[in-house]
């Protein structure tokens, strides 16, 4: 709409026709390629309702049954009979839905259950299952449950309650090679866009959660990725600003944090200081947030000797590479502030002319964001610029105290005080001590000082 930017937040409603148990459907989980061993068997059970027998106590961080031992081959896909057979056990379990009122408030998600299998050995294939989408009262838990198959029986071995989201999205196996845990993500949500991940572990007899993350994005808030090429996956849980501005406005600050297991626990992996003079200047360009330096490093690196260089390349890679500025990026200007380029800022203000750079409400606040809008006059944007400038400030610090040589860096940062206010001493200094180093330093200046 024009001349006022508007962040639409809504809930979907989905409506269920029937008052009678939910579908057996059964969603087949996007699991990560893992390779099989190739002495894996799998019981081909026929699809039939399975007989249930409590194994254990159901609690919520794990029974002690034992009647079966640690699992050791490699995690599986669950095949087709025994997903639907556990579907149908799951759904049979759950409270039937209510049928929608007039208004079709009433109405839920449930029906849906993800299936996955976990291992299977001589000791029998286990699984784990959870209901999938929105319980009709979103206080009720969403029950994952781990069944051990023997024969044609499965074993209910323990259950944990899940209430940390409103709707569960997906189950995904987590392939990490741990001949005494196995691992996976119940993915889901909460609100109109924020997603949650948790981590379950469970080591044949406990089902415990390892880690928790929550995401103000609908994407995901933990995905599985190979960081540092060692083979093992790592989780990256997502630590994205998506409230720069709004959420709807797109101006974000891409950043996460990246976990390892290492047996027992998942471990924060961070950067270190190093010995090896490049990679601490790297380290050193990334804590000032000057991401674009780091890229410009990366190449001048030897190949690390060490486990913790070895994590501080890969990184410090891996997060100067989400900073890059996107092609599409809301708001350019942030952007290049955001990946520590600040040459590249001013080059945008360069573009408009020293006249409009010195102008508040001038045309160098474009993009995206400013689709549609008169930004001399649209006060929609008011609150927008004041966090804008006290994002420059906040950046250009960083870099300056890091290196106090970088004149675009300093020029940003006058600029950005003398816009809220042309009198700001601190301000008014950055800009003369880099007036003499570019004549458009001292045109913005001038035309500052003349308001």
Not at 40 to 52: C, D, L, R, W, Y
Not at 269 to 286: C, F, G, N, P, R
Not at 309 to 324: E, F, G, M, Q, Y
């Amino acid at each position: 709409m024009r001349g006022r930017i508007i962040e639409l937040a809504f809930i979907s409603l989905f409506l269920v026709a029937c008052s009678a148990t939910p579908s057996a459907s059964v969603e087949t989980p996007s699991v990560p390629t893992v390779t099989q061993n190739t002495d894996t068997t799998t019981s081909q059970a026929a699809p039939v309702t399975p007989e249930i027998t409590e194994g254990a106590t159901v609690v919520t961080d794990g029974a002690t049954p034992t009647q079966f031992v640690l699992p050791t081959s490699t995690p599986s896909n669950a095949d087709a009979p025994d997903a639907t057979a556990l579907a149908a056990t799951t759904i049979a379990l759950m409270p039937a839905t209510a049928t929608p009122d007039a208004s079709g408030l009433t109405a839920s998600l449930q029906g849906d259950v993800v299936v996955v299998a976990l291992s299977n050995g001589a000791e029998g294939q286990f699984f784990a299952t959870i209901s999938k989408g929105m319980m009709e009262n979103i206080d009720d838990p969403h029950p994952l449950t781990i069944y051990q198959k023997n024969g044609a029986e499965f074993v209910s071995v323990t259950q944990y309650d899940f209430t940390n989201g409103e709707y569960i999205g997906d189950l995904e196996l987590l392939p990490i090679p741990d001949s005494n845990h196995m691992l996976f993500i119940v993915h889901g949500g909460v609100g109109a866009h924020s997603s949650f991940g948790t981590v379950f572990s469970f080591d044949g007899k406990t089902l415990k959660s390892e880690l928790e993350t929550q995401s103000d994005a609908g994407g995901g808030a933990l995905t599985v990725m190979d960081v540092n090429g060692d083979g093992v996956q790592d989780v990256i849980g997502d630590a994205t600003d998506y409230y720069v501005f709004c959420y709807a406005c797109g101006v974000r600050i891409n950043s996460d944090i990246v976990y390892s297991w290492d047996g027992a626990k998942f471990v924060e992996q961070t950067l270190t200081a190093s010995s090896d003079a490049t990679i601490q200047k790297a380290i050193d360009y990334a804590k000032a947030q000057r991401w674009n330096m780091v890229t410009k490093s990366l190449p001048t690196i030897s190949a690390p000797t060490n486990d913790a260089d070895k994590w501080n390349v890969a990184l410090l890679t891996h997060w100067s590479t989400i900073r890059i500025p996107e092609t599409d990026a809301a708001f350019p200007f942030l952007s290049a502030v955001y990946y520590g380029d600040y040459d590249a800022a001013v080059a945008m203000l360069r573009a408009v002319g020293a006249k409009d750079a010195a102008n508040p409400k001038g045309k160098w606040f474009a993009g995206p964001i400013a689709e549609g809008i008169d930004v001399a006059t649209d006060t929609s944007i008011d609150e927008f610029r004041v966090i804008l400038f006290d994002n420059v400030v906040q950046f250009s610090t960083m870099a300056l105290t890091q290196d106090d040589t970088v004149t675009s860096a300093r020029f940003l940062r006058g600029w950005a005080k003398t816009l809220v206010n042309p009198r700001d001493p601190e301000g008014l200094k950055d800009l003369q001590a880099v007036a003499t180093a570019d004549p458009f330093y001292a045109a913005v200046r001038d035309a500052i000082v003349s308001r």
